[in-house]
């Protein structure tokens, strides 16, 4: 959902496919990177190479507090980042008059008990 997405892209579009990834502009400032370009990306296991199909900003700065960002399709981010079937943070959003309390109960009472919910 667009509005849950505060990355908006300053160039070129984001990845069409699983080797393809956009960079914040930071980095792209810095490196010299556009999109076509192909770059290494460093993760917990061996680097892999992917293309850079875009360029995008965290809302309106040019990165998220300095931090260099990369940006994957969520197939790809599932197998580079997380454990088969985890993930670390799921955000969402509620009908009109809902509260934030009211819907971390809902999700806690539809989620296992190992799950904490803020």
């Known amino acids: 959902m667009d509005e849950l997405n505060p990355w908006v892209l300053s ?10 990834i956009v960079i914040d502009q930071t980095s792209a400032d810095l490196s010299g ?4 370009d192909v770059a290494t990306v460093m993760t917990k296991g061996a680097p892999h190479e992917f293309t850079v199909s875009g360029v995008a900003r965290f809302g309106e700065l040019d990165s998220p507090a300095g931090a ?3 940006l994957f399709t969520d197939t790809t981010a599932a197998a580079m980042l997380a454990a088969p079937g985890e993930a670390n943070a799921v955000a969402m959003t509620a009908d009109p008059g809902v509260s934030q309390s009211a819907l971390a109960a809902a999700v806690a009472a539809a989620l296992d008990s190992d799950v904490e919910v803020i």
């Open 11 to 20: 160039s070129g579009r984001p990845p069409a496919n699983d080797d393809e």
């Open 68 to 70: 260099t960002a990369v």
């Open 33 to 36: 990177y556009q999109p076509g």
